[in-house]
């Protein structure tokens, strides 16, 4: 009994009058060293959050300081050389990218997670996961080579003259570039990107509802889709609305993929056809040769900061809203 | 009764419909796989040969003349490693803790809020972050800070994936220990780590692949070169770079040989995942069920 105990009695009476602490067994102390050593790298988390936005916001004070916000963010002109530093275009061209590829992403994705976590047998389930694992593993220049390869030229060849022919009135389809390098051929490839996230999440939220109530609705003879429209759906709305959200962040701060189809052309983008230059291509792309310019590396550190408070806002709430629907199944 | 019965079809043909659609947008993204796998294969393998794998870059490599990638293969590999042991110095302790010590407390609560913003933050951004401070302690573009920011990427990934596995784990066990006369600390290493270690493998694979595909974060940071780095101090290639240079060149060949570089590093990435896969089911054998 004694020697597994932490602090043996025998210890305590030796010590006396040496130490008004009791010593503790070596392993009770072993066990206090690690939890301490363990505490301080699990503050390392926290820690790093607040690390990265000090660090980006100190490089980004100078252009913060010698421009009012306002005229930084809705600027319509990005040229350095003549100190003109407008994120507008970009942040225009991101939200753009990032609208498309969420719209082209969500229908197909709730779908297929309704019907994985509604209707799938466990073998459709047990053959979806790796799919999806594979789809979320393929590394994003990877998503960049198949939408130079595949995706430009399918709306170079097949969409924008589609468009032209029958939908040139709506301004947002209409056609104004030759190439395929656009808004759309971005949305497309982030739409496949993000679509494991979303699915996984989905399903992951529709798991959390509990049986029982799906039994109730079934057993008074609503069909499966009664029961998921009238019944399941309301439960886990907010969770669906927070799983897209986090989607649109992924969307938002992916860099290669979308630099090498979206054109990266910086201007205020009107149609799905344009070309368009993202937040975080403009950050690729200038950052090795920023040096020479006064103000400039600021300014793309500034960029980086636009983008890193956009997302930290996403993430934060659709992350709050999903760990409150997901406790839910614990307790 | 003409009324109820028409109900009663509308109903149904919506949930045929409804069914349909769904079957029909999963195999959309499940064909969407298969569509991006075989563009890879059929525009990679052309330019394909077995210099690709063997050879540096040799004079002239960039406008088409001889050579291959290896510098890019090795430097990935080195910094992927190099990254995921980093990072897994960091996550086992922060997994173990929140499992052991923090539980589902509130603390709990916050370092679990924390991981996921983390894992939000765009590898681009760590990019710019890791340059930052690069610049300000006068570090070169080198191996060790290209290690050093892709374990600040993959940390975030590697803890969620381990604190999902272990925090299934059942009680009954680490209970077991505890009621013996275990410290925490014991529980962690010795019940929880070995009863996880299928899982805790996998989420080290899986970052592990998260890394070596990631090219925003080492963009500036681990900078780029013909040879294969013979220190940590040294600037080195990686492969997602090689590609996306490649891609940019004007020369045909030379992007050819992107694409025959994208078929590289797809193969090693889901070569990564399915033996993730087939190690977690092999390593299943010796938990406790």
Sequence with gaps: ?331 | MGMKKKYWQRRHLMELFMKTIMRISLVVVAASLGLILWTVVMRGLPAMNWDMVTQVPKGGFYMGKEGGVLNAIIGSLYLALGGTLLAMLFSLPIALYLKTYLGASKWGHYVRLSLDVLWGIPSIVYGAFGFTIMISIGMRASLLAGIIVLALVELPIMVRAMDEVIRRMPTDLEQAALALGSTKFEVAMQVVTRQMLPGIMTAILLAFGRGIGDAASVLFTAGYTDRIPTSLLRPTASLPLAVFFQLGSPFPEVQQRGYASALILTVIVLAVSLGSRWLSSRLNKYTVK
Excluded at chain 1, 125 to 144: C, E, M, N, Q, W
């Design chain 1, 1 to 331: 009994m004694n020697d597994t105990h932490p602090v043996p009695p025998e210890i305590n009476e030796k010590i006396e009058g040496r130490s008004p602490r009791p010593s503790i067994a070596p392993r009770a102390r072993q066990d206090q060293r690690a939890r301490r050593v363990f505490f301080i790298i699990t503050l390392l988390p926290v820690f790093l959050i607040l690390a990265v936005t000090i660090a980006l916001l100190v490089r980004a004070w100078p252009i913060l300081q010698a421009y009012p916000l306002g005229d930084l963010l809705f600027g319509q002109v990005w040229k350095p050389s003549d100190k003109l530093f407008g994120f507008g275009p970009f942040i225009l061209g991101t939200l753009w990218v990032t609208v498309v590829g969420v719209l082209l992403s969500v229908p197909p994705c709730l779908l297929a997670s309704i019907y994985l976590a509604e209707y799938a047998h466990s073998a459709t389930r047990s053959f979806t996961k790796p799919v999806l694992d594979l789809l979320a593993a393929i590394p994003p220049v990877v998503y960049g080579v198949w939408g130079l390869l595949a995706i430009v030229p399918f709306v170079e060849k097949v969409l924008a003259p589609f468009a032209k022919r029958w939908l040139g009135s709506v301004s947002i389809f209409s056609v104004n570039q030759p190439t395929g390098f656009s808004i759309l051929s971005g949305g497309i490839v982030l739409a496949v990107m993000i679509a494991p996230l979303i699915i996984s999440v989905v399903y992951e939220i529709f798991a959390t509802v509990p049986n029982d109530l799906r039994h109730a609705s079934l057993a008074v003879g609503a069909t499966q889709w009664q029961t998921i429209r009238n019944i399941v759906l309301p439960q886990v709305t907010p969770g669906i609305i927070a799983a897209i959200v986090l989607g649109a962040s992924r969307a938002f701060g992916e860099t290669i993929a979308v630099l090498i189809v979206v054109g990266n052309v910086p201007q205020i983008p009107t149609s799905i056809f344009d070309s368009a230059y993202p937040l975080p291509a403009l950050i690729a792309n200038n950052y090795g040769d920023m040096m020479s310019i006064p103000l400039y590396d600021s300014a793309l550190l500034g960029a980086a900061l636009v983008l890193l408070v956009i997302i930290l806002i996403f993430n934060i709430l659709s992350t709050l809203v999903l760990q409150r629907m997901l406790r839910r199944k614990w307790a």
